[in-house]
């Protein structure tokens, strides 16, 4: 970690040389094609910036490589067996932990069981604090811009593989109602997370982690009341710049809606991609 953050500081402090160098040229030299040259040669720095900058960003990429089979070991505990994933209502979908029902994931809800869910630890929680665990004494030994990096790299490690539980799933509208809740509660914890005050909107996040991102819209595409918002749904967001799903992940998640039908779903978005 010392040595990543002494990469990030020179990286830094380069940056800020060749800002002070070139305007000390700029108001201690009148300009002539001397003064150029001298520009050119601070802008020669940069390179020196990148590498430095491309070595650590290199390594923290390494470090969340190396990560990745416990953050899908700490997914796979947080949602339970593939089987749960899938039951009705509210059969295999909770155990009972030291102070109280632990929710496992399951979106086939009906009232009483969405009811009962309201009063359990949910597995986003469960999965939150396993991954504050587990990234906490990185974190504090890391620069900010590096931690936000390793952030960013395990939760979009673990958003893709919450996104493959998913598609396992069935979901009824309170249960889409739940992943929508379940989902806010991750992306609230990212921004907990990260140091950078440009990653505190949801926006933010969304640019710098597309697994999360898709994981939002998934949620927002399961809660459409009626299949007939989808098309304006997925246009509107589009041109927003806030879509990443395609066509067929749309028409698979939809499908997993117990109300819409599945034909209807595959006409409805018998659409070219954009």
Same mark, same amino acid.
């Given at each position: ?71 899908? !070991? /700490?997914? #796979? &505990?947080?949602?339970?067996?593939? @089987?749960? =994933?899938?039951?009705?209502?509210? $059969? ?85 109602? !739940? /992943?929508? #809740? &379940?989902?806010?509660?991750?992306? @609230?914890? =990212?921004?907990?997370?990260?140091? $950078? ?78």
């Amino acid at each position: 970690c010392a040595m990543l953050n002494d990469l990030d500081v020179a990286s830094n402090h380069v940056t800020e040389l060749e800002k002070v160098l070139t305007q000390s040229i700029e108001q201690g030299f009148p300009a002539s094609s001397e003064a150029e040259q001298l520009k050119m040669c601070v802008k020669s720095l940069t390179p020196i910036m990148e590498s430095f900058s491309l070595a650590s960003d290199s390594t923290i990429e390494s470090l969340v490589g190396t990560m990745k089979p416990r953050v899908r !070991s /700490l997914v #796979a &505990d947080a949602v339970g067996s593939e @089987s749960s =994933a899938s039951t009705s209502f509210m $059969s295999s979908s909770v155990g009972v932990g030291k102070d109280r029902t632990a929710a496992r994931m399951n979106y086939n809800l009906n009232e009483a069981a969405y009811k009962l869910l309201q009063l359990s630890e949910g597995y986003i929680s469960r999965l939150c604090a396993s991954l504050d665990e587990l990234m906490r004494p990185l974190k504090l030994n890391l620069a900010p811009r590096l931690a936000d990096a390793l952030v960013l790299g395990v939760l979009g490690t673990a958003a893709k593989r919450l996104e493959g539980s998913l598609r396992r799933c069935q979901f009824t509208a309170l249960g889409a109602l !739940s /992943l929508d #809740a &379940d989902m806010r509660e991750l992306l @609230s914890y =990212a921004k907990e997370c990260v140091d $950078s005050p440009e990653l505190n909107s949801n926006m933010a996040i969304y640019r710098a982690c597309t697994p999360v991102a898709r994981l939002m819209q998934i949620a927002r595409l399961l809660n459409v009341d009626d299949l007939e918002d989808v098309v304006d749904l997925i246009s509107s967001s589009k041109r927003k710049g806030n879509w990443d799903l395609k066509l067929e992940d749309a028409k698979a998640f939809l499908s997993l809606r117990v109300e819409f039908e599945g034909r209807k779903v595959n006409e409805l978005l018998n659409i070219e991609e954009e």
